[in-house]
Each structure stands twice: as structure tokens, then as C-alpha cells.
């Protein structure tokens, strides 16, 4: 019995023993491998080799936490100043390692393979630091992991698929990286997953539908990536879903009708993508909406029916939709709203005054819609305001006094409405304002003297294209801080204040078309604004007489001289008035009523029919051209001709002046109208902006933006050009015209077809973007019309059946589009290879398709290859001879939109009767 307890008691030593020579040993072991990590730091933030040298256990070192055996299970060293690689961390050497936090340091490299042994991890912290190259596969070892940030780094490649394996994670940030390629599909098998964020990347490809399995996901934050499609139908599975952002990424098609099923949704972001289609119905009833963002897409709806009232919502954004109806008072129950923003839309009818309940709103922006009748008095009520933003409506009436009240204010923008009577001497307590801006309405009277107590207008003061009267005050020399002044286009006399010299900020001025006289503030910016059209101005700046000392004193002629001038004027005014009596009775026995009424007709024309929220009137385009003089012609087509022309304001545009037929001017008339019609109903980042025009017999111009680098033919022409527009160029702009077109044929009601897509056609800004141009042969689509017209369009480009059917259809588009790309492609137009390709029984199957790209260019690779191959199979469906069978611009479009998928063969072995087995 003694033996038996003896052999047990020693059994039991020798146990122990063991153990503490185990828990020395893995200390020692994981001891050396802290204090090698520890070269990492060139700051030493804790002296580990001296716990060394006194043999000291790790865990009572500085962000080191152990278990009951002594082994390490935390390393914690947040921003701490880390420096270095992590390749010199001997993962291997922390078997029970648990949560690791190195965030928030200065860590640079690769994220080593090593990691993955780590098989206990749960939590791993890695973000804000400089750690580049892929996420290694490995990490798909790490099965006990529940919590992994690596957030704000430099990582790039693809996300590894092998994170399907890690099944109990639930939340994975890897956003504010320089990631790429597909969102892996493996990531719906993370059951557990809560809060899932890949924004700020250069993801592409569509959401896979497997995360519309994550049931559990509350928050999905995919922002700011290149994704594409249509969102998943299983989205609305997502129930607990309360945090979802995907703006930023070209997302296209119908938003789900139930994305807000669970009623749990509080942030919705879907800004600056492509969605079409209806407002969902049930996010009229999701009352817990605190913050939407619906801005800068193509969805349609009425505002007053599709959304409800939200108790919690703080900000909303429709803006840039093609949104209509009228605001609802219910806007104004949404007690916490600080933001209200829906602006370029279609709305119509009044402001409610029921919004001066809105006590808390510090943002208001309805501006460019069709908003009539009065500035509701209650806005006065909004004391928390500091933005009100009402431009580019057709609102009427006076400006309400109550606005002064408004102390919060910073910026106030009225302009282009039909604003009347004074400017209100109360807008001067408004005096947090840095933004004043009531150009192009009706406003008459004086400056109020008021305005000058504005010390704080930084940006811009704007009272220009009004009837404003009387002298410019001298307080506005206290407007220290102003960086641009503009009262141009007004009734304005007087001198100029030289109180204005001490406005020592200014960057722009422009006093034009006033009734101004005397000569300059001897003032940096006033020897370099804008003055014409006020005769009696004189001074050392184009477009004014320079001053005559001996005539002009302190900025008003002499005394002397005005003596003289009264008593030689009424004798001149006699001789005069005599001679007009004779020339009046001549003047009325040849001129008719007809003659009379065209001028004021053609008045009328040149300064009402403006469709554009700059100050322009028809004698600034004709200043600007020189009367349209040849040294500012840039280009000339079929029904006109292009200038440039720089505008007083700064701006430059392009004006394109119709000609002038002998015979035929219905033509001009019509294809005027046609652009006109068309170019107004459109907004597409794809196709150039028209921002006013001019209509009479006599004259007849349109303004667009100015396109810097020209049309596509002359550049593809250009052996410089050319080399310059690489593949990747060239891709995006065959797609740009392809979603514009999509646009057009399909977001438009009714439909536009251009008619006359062509190389000449396309033009390319500063950064190689693609903008459709020239709609004067466009047509729109209508349900009760035959649509049949005369033959139009580029010659090449125009499809085969317009010949003998004479009747319009989007595919006569989708055929010019085919041109095009093959054109893009290969570097020159494709006449020839079209007619081979189409009169071929074979389809042009013997041609191998590195022989159609163009010589120029070293051949495509990669995923910019695959992008070729797609384009050119997509082109040669558009240019099939049979209308029927070519694809619409919509699916075309679709295509573009997604990733194109590798091709099996590397392209410069592909033949196109290959391309010709796939279907679009």
C-alpha cells in the first residue's frame, strides 16, 4: 500500500515537473520570439530584453496577456509606433495566441503566409498601417476567427477565396485598400457574418448572390469600388440589414421592391450610381430610415406618394433623379431632419409653408426643378439653417423679409427665378453669410448699404442680370473677405466707390452692362475684371477708353467743361430736333407695323429663350466670336458651324451657328428644334450639356460645354493622338457611348434615337471621356407615330435598311454604334472589312482578330484584352444586316457593365469565326 502511494506521489512530482519544464520551455520560446519581433520597433517602446536578462516570465511585459499555463494568448501593441515587417514575427512560435491587435502603427510589407498558424486566433487587428501585396490564401486556416479588421491599408490582388472557410467569422473589414477583382462567392458561406465592409477598393464584377444568404448581416458597406449589375434578388433576405452603402460603383437596373422587408433599415446609400426604374413601394412604411442617399441615379417617382414620414430620419438626398409631383407638407413631421436635399429633378408646384416647422434643418436644397409661387414667409422659422438653396425654379414674388432672421446662414442661393422687387434691406443680419448669390431674376431698386455689413462673404456675391438701380454702395468696401463680385447686367450709375480699393481679396469682378462712369479703384483685381458696356468708364483694362487726366478728376469731368456743354448743347439740341422732324416723317412712310414687330420679336428671342443659369446674353456671343469670325471656327457639319468662345464670365463654350439656307431654311428651323427638344430632356455625364441657345430667322446658335480635345476622327487621324488613346482609353469610350445610348433608347420617355452616331460625332474631354454631340437629326420616339422620316446620318455608319424602309428605330442606332467601336478598334474606319464581313458567306471567318486591331498599339492583355474580345463581339451582333437580330444598347450596355470573362485562347490566336460561336 505504502509502495502504491509512493509510486503516486512520485508519479505526481514528476507531472509537475514536467509541466513547469514545459510552460519554462514555451516561455522561453515564445519570450525569444517577442524579443526578435521587437526589432520592429526603432523606437523602443518597452525594454523586453531586459525582462531577459532578469529571466522574467513574457507575461508581464507591456501588451503581452497569457493564459494559466504561462503560454502567450494576446498581444496588444495599438498604435504604440510600430515599425518594420512582419515576416520578423515567429507566428509559429504562439500556438495559443487568441487576439492579436498591431493597429494603428507604422507596419510595412507583405502579410506573410506564416500567419495561418495561428489556428487559435480569433480577433486579429492589423488595420491603419502600410501593409502591401494580396491577403495570402492561408488565411483561410484561421477556423476559430471571429473578428479581422485590416482596414486602411495597401493591400492589393483579389480577396482570397479560401475566407469561405472561416465560418465563425462575423466581422470582416477589409475596406480602404487597393483590392481588385470579383467580390468571391465563398463569402455567403459565412453564416455568421454581422458586419461585412469592402468599400473604398477597385473591386468590379456584380454582388454575388450568395451574400443575399448572410441572414445575419446587419451591416454591408460596399461603397466606392467599380461594381456593376443589378443588385441581387435575394437582397431582401437580409433582413436584420440595417447598414447598407453601396455608392460610388456603376450598380445598374431596378432597386428590390422589398429592400427595407425587415423594417430594420436605418442607412440606405446608393448615390452616383446608374439605377433605374421606380422608388421601392415599401420604403414609403421603413420608419427606421436616420440617413438616405438616393442622389445621382436615374430612378422614377413621385415625391409625394413614395415616401412617408420618418421619426428618426436626419438626412435625405433624392437629388438628380427624374423624380415628379409636388413637395408634401408631411416632410415637415420628420422632426430630427437636419438635411433636405432634391434638387435637379422634376418637381412642381409651391414650397410648403408647413417646412418653417423644420426647426432643426440646417440644409434646404430644391434647387434646378419646376417649383412655383412665393418664398414661403415661415422659412424665417428655420433658425438652425445654413444652407437654403432654391435656384433654377421659376418661384416668383418678393424676396421675404423673414429670411434676415436666418442668423445661421451661410449660403443663399435665389438665382435664375422669377424673383421681383427689392432686395431686402434684412438679409444684411444675416450675418454668418459667406454665399449670396440672386443672379438672373427680376429684383429692381438699390442695393441695400446693408449688404456691407456681410463682413463674412468670402465665396461670392452675385446680384448680376437683374434691374437693380441707383449707385453701388461704398459700404461694400467692407467686404474684406469677398472673392467674387459680380453686379453685372444691371441699370447700375454712378462712379464706383473707391471704398471698393480696400477689398483686397478679390479675385473677380464684374461691373458689365451697367450705366457706370469714372474711372477705377486703382485695385489688383479691377485692372483685371470685366467692365464693357458702361460707357462712361475709363481706365487701363480691355474694352474701355483709357482716362483723360485733363478731362477726368477723382473719377467725374470737370466743372469747367460742363459749363460749356450746357450752353452749346441746347443749340445743338435745336438743329437736331429740327432735322428729326424731317427724317421721322421719312422714317414712318417706309418702315411697316411687320417691321417693328420682327424686331421686337427677334429682341424677344435673343433674351427670353435662354436656357441656361449662367448671365449671357447675345452680345456676349457675338463680343466673344468677333461677330463669328473664321479664326474662331473649330469644326463645321451639315447643319453648322462650331466656335469658341470665351465668355466675360471665365467660361468657355462652344457655339455652334446654324447656316443659313437659300431655299431650304425649314430644315435649319427643324433640326434647331430637334436638338433643342432633345438635348433638354436629357442629363448623362456621356453626352454634352446644352446650356442655352438662341432662335430667330435671322440667327439661330446653340451653347454647349466646350469638349477639349475634340472629335474622336481627328484624334484616331492623329499618329500622336492615337498612340495616346491606349486600349484602356478606348475601351471606356465605346462604353461611355454605349451607356449613353442605352440612356437614350431606354431611361428617356419618349425614346431618343441620335441618327447620326459617328466618330465625328464623339468628343473626348481633358481626360479621354467620350461625349456624344450633335442631336440635330435626333428623333423622338412616339407610341402614336408612324416614325418614318427622310434618310439622315453619316454616310458608313448608316444602317443598311434605312435605304428602303425609311423608318426610324433604335436599332438604326445600334448598327452606327457597331461602326463605331469596330472604328475605335481597329484605329480607321471599318468600311472595308464591314462590306467583306457582311457580303461573306463564311462571316469573315478566315480573319484573325489581331489583324483588326490597330498596327499602332502593342496588342491587349490581361483584362483589358478580354474587354477588346467582348467589344469586338459585341460590335460585330450591331452590324448584322438583319435589325431584328442585332442586341439592344440595353443589353449591350449590361455587358459592358460586367466583367468581361477570360477568353480561352490568348488574343492575338483568336479567329472571328471563334467570336462567332458565342452569343451575346
Known amino acids: 500500500m505504502a509502495t502504491e502511494k509512493s509510486l503516486f506521489l512520485f508519479s505526481l512530482l514528476f507531472c509537475l515537473m514536467m509541466h513547469s519544464f514545459t510552460s519554462t520551455v514555451a516561455n522561453s520560446v515564445e519570450a525569444e520570439a517577442l524579443l526578435i519581433a521587437s526589432l520592429l520597433n526603432q523606437a523602443p517602446l518597452y525594454p523586453w530584453s531586459l525582462h531577459n536578462a532578469t529571466n522574467k516570465s513574457p507575461c508581464n511585459w507591456m501588451g503581452i496577456a497569457c493564459n494559466h499555463e504561462g503560454s502567450i494568448t494576446g498581444i496588444n501593441l495599438t498604435n504604440v509606433g510600430l515599425q518594420g515587417k512582419l515576416h520578423n514575427f515567429k507566428f509559429f512560435s504562439f500556438p495559443n495566441l487568441a487576439n492579436l491587435d498591431l493597429s494603428n502603427n507604422e507596419l510595412f510589407g507583405t502579410i506573410p503566409s506564416t500567419l495561418g498558424n495561428l489556428t487559435n486566433l480569433s480577433l486579429m487587428y492589423l488595420y491603419n498601417n502600410s501593409l502591401s501585396g494580396p491577403i495570402p490564401k492561408e488565411i483561410g486556416n484561421l477556423k476559430n476567427m471571429v473578428d479581422m479588421k485590416m482596414s486602411s491599408n495597401l493591400l492589393n490582388d483579389s480577396i482570397p477565396s479560401t475566407l469561405g472557410n472561416l465560418t465563425n467569422l462575423a466581422t470582416l473589414y477589409l475596406d480602404g485598400n487597393k483590392l481588385s477583382g470579383h467580390i468571391p462567392k465563398e463569402i455567403g458561406n459565412l453564416k455568421n457574418m454581422v458586419d461585412l465592409r469592402l468599400c473604398s477598393n477597385l473591386l468590379t464584377g456584380s454582388i454575388p448572390p450568395s451574400l443575399g444568404e448572410l441572414e445575419n448581416l446587419t451591416t454591408l458597406i460596399l461603397f466606392e469600388n467599380q461594381l456593376s449589375g443589378s443588385l441581387p434578388q435575394e437582397m431582401p433576405s437580409l433582413i436584420n440589414l ?110 410648403p409653408p408647413e417646412f418653417g416647422q423644420l426647426i432643426g434643418l440646417g440644409v434646404l436644397d430644391l434647387s434646378s426643378n419646376h417649383l412655383v409661387g412665393e418664398i414661403p414667409k415661415e422659412l424665417g422659422n428655420m433658425t438652425s439653417l445654413f444652407d437654403m438653396i432654391l435656384n433654377g425654379n421659376q418661384l416668383s414674388g418678393w424676396i421675404p423679409i423673414e429670411i434676415g432672421k436666418l442668423s445661421n446662414l451661410e449660403i443663399l442661393d435665389l438665382s435664375a427665378n422669377n424673383l421681383s422687387g427689392s432686395i431686402p434691406a434684412q438679409l444684411g443680419d444675416c450675418s454668418k453669410l459667406h454665399y449670396l448669390k440672386l443672379t438672373l431674376n427680376h429684383l429692381n431698386g438699390c442695393i441695400p448699404f446693408q449688404i456691407g455689413n456681410l463682413v463674412e462673404l468670402q465665396n461670392i456675391l452675385d446680384l448680376s442680370c437683374n434691374l437693380l438701380t441707383g449707385e453701388i454702395p461704398p459700404q461694400l468696401g467692407k467686404l474684406y473677405m469677398l472673392e467674387i463680385l459680380n453686379l453685372s447686367h444691371n441699370k447700375l450709375d454712378g462712379s464706383i466707390p473707391s471704398s471698393l480699393e480696400e477689398m483686397l481679396s478679390l479675385t473677380s469682378i464684374d461691373l458689365s452692362y451697367n450705366n457706370l462712369v469714372g474711372s477705377l479703384p486703382k485695385n489688383k483685381a479691377f485692372q483685371q475684371g470685366t467692365f464693357v458696356g458702361n460707357r462712361g468708364l475709363c481706365g487701363k483694362v480691355q474694352g474701355l477708353q483709357p482716362c ?210 459617328s466618330s465625328n460625332n464623339v468628343l473626348l474631354d481633358s481626360e479621354f471621356e467620350a461625349h456624344v454631340s450633335d442631336f440635330g437629326t435626333a428623333r423622338l420616339l412616339m407610341d402614336d407615330s408612324s416614325n418614318w422620316t427622310e434618310l439622315a446620318g453619316t454616310r458608313g455608319y448608316v444602317a443598311p435598311e434605312l435605304a428602303y424602309t425609311m423608318r426610324v428605330t433604335e436599332k438604326c442606332d445600334v448598327y452606327s454604334f457597331g461602326v463605331l467601336a469596330l472604328e475605335v478598334i481597329m484605329g480607321r474606319y471599318p468600311g472595308d472589312f464591314i462590306s467583306s464581313f457582311l457580303s461573306s458567306s463564311e462571316g469573315g471567318r478566315n480573319i484573325q482578330l489581331k489583324d483588326m486591331l490597330d498596327q499602332r498599339l502593342p496588342t491587349p492583355q490581361d483584362q483589358v484584352g478580354n474587354e477588346i474580345v467582348l467589344a469586338v463581339l459585341l460590335a460585330l451582333a450591331c452590324i448584322n444586316a438583319n435589325p431584328q437580330t442585332r442586341p439592344t444598347m440595353q443589353h449591350i450596355s449590361g455587358k459592358f457593365s460586367t466583367r468581361a470573362p477570360p477568353f480561352l485562347k490568348p488574343i492575338h490566336t483568336v479567329e472571328l469565326s471563334q467570336l462567332m460561336e458565342f452569343r451575346v
Not at 448671365?615 to 447643319?639: L, P
Not at 466675360?648 to 437659300?662: M, N, R, S, T, Y
Open 548 to 757: 483723360n487726366s485733363s478731362l477726368i478728376k477723382n473719377g467725374q469731368p470737370q466743372k469747367r467743361h460742363r459749363v460749356i456743354i450746357l450752353i452749346i448743347l441746347p443749340l445743338l439740341s435745336a438743329l437736331f430736333l429740327l432735322l428729326l422732324v424731317f427724317a421721322i416723317s421719312f422714317i414712318f412712310r417706309h418702315i411697316t407695323r411687320n417691321a417693328k414687330e420682327e424686331r421686337y420679336e427677334m429682341d424677344r428671342d435673343l433674351f427670353f429663350i435662354w436656357n441656361w443659369d449662367g448671365c449671357i446674353s447675345y452680345e456676349d456671343i457675338v463680343n466673344a466670336t468677333e461677330a463669328f469670325d473664321e479664326k474662331y471656327c473649330i469644326g463645321e457639319g451639315g447643319y453648322g458651324r462650331v466656335y469658341k468662345a470665351s465668355l466675360p464670365i471665365g467660361q468657355i463654350v462652344a457655339v455652334k451657328k446654324l447656316h443659313k439656307l437659300e431655299d431650304g431654311e425649314q430644315i435649319d428651323q427643324r433640326s434647331f428644334r430637334n436638338e433643342v427638344r432633345a438635348l433638354t430632356e436629357i442629363r448623362h455625364r456621356n453626352i454634352v450639356k446644352l446650356y442655352g441657345f438662341c432662335s430667330h430667322r435671322r440667327c439661330m446658335f446653340l451653347v454647349y460645354e466646350y469638349v477639349e480635345r475634340g472629335n474622336l476622327t481627328n484624334i484616331l487621324s492623329s499618329e500622336e493622338g492615337a498612340m495616346e488613346l491606349d486600349w484602356v482609353k478606348r475601351v471606356n469610350i465605346i462604353k461611355a457611348v454605349a451607356h449613353s445610348l442605352s440612356y437614350m433608347h431606354h431611361d428617356c420617355i419618349p425614346p431618343i434615337v441620335h441618327r447620326d452616331i
Open 242 to 351: 440595417h447598414n447598407f452603402k453601396i455608392a460610388n460603383n456603376n450598380f445598374s437596373g431596378y432597386l428590390p421592391r422589398q429592400i427595407c422587408q425587415g423594417k430594420s433599415l436605418t442607412f440606405f446609400s446608393i448615390y452616383n450610381n446608374q439605377f433605374t426604374g421606380p422608388i421601392p413601394k415599401n420604403l414609403r412604411n421603413c420608419t427606421s430610415l436616420i440617413r438616405i442617399r438616393l442622389d445621382g441615379n436615374h430612378l422614377t417617382g413621385n415625391v409625394s406618394e413614395d415616401f412617408g414620414v420618418y421619426p428618426n430620419l436626419t438626412y435625405i438626398d433624392l437629388s438628380y433623379n427624374r423624380l415628379y409631383g409636388e413637395l408634401s407638407p408631411s416632410w415637415a413631421k420628420c422632426k430630427k431632419l437636419t438635411s433636405l436635399k432634391i434638387s435637379g429633378n422634376l418637381i412642381t408646384g409651391k414650397i
